[in-house]
């Protein structure tokens, strides 16, 4: 399975003492996606597309996906079809 750092517009909220929390994410079709919970937030490395910066594990529609905030911006890890196999 192939992957690709695909950067997303996310909603997110910065409390008092700076942690942040991200609510909602965009993808680049318009599609809204509500984050139904954060599970974690650590500092980790993409090891699928590369990058380095807070790795949040969140649920979105039941599903477990991970989300980065490579500051200034954000990304995942976007699946991406294998053409060799067709």
Do not use: C, Q
């Not at 974690?40 to 993409?46: D, F, L, M």
Request: aromatic share 12%; no cysteine.
């Amino acid at each position: 399975m192939a992957y690709r750092k695909t950067y997303v517009d996310v909603t997110a909220r910065i409390d008092a003492d700076g942690s942040i929390t991200p609510l909602e994410v965009f993808w680049r079709d318009g599609r809204r996606f509500e984050i139904d919970r954060v599970h974690e937030a650590i500092r980790r490395t993409s090891t699928r597309v590369g990058g380095t910066g807070i790795r949040y594990l969140v649920s979105m529609n039941g599903r477990e996906k991970y989300l980065f905030f490579e500051n200034p911006r954000w990304f995942v890890e976007e699946i991406v079809s294998d053409n060799r196999n067709r």
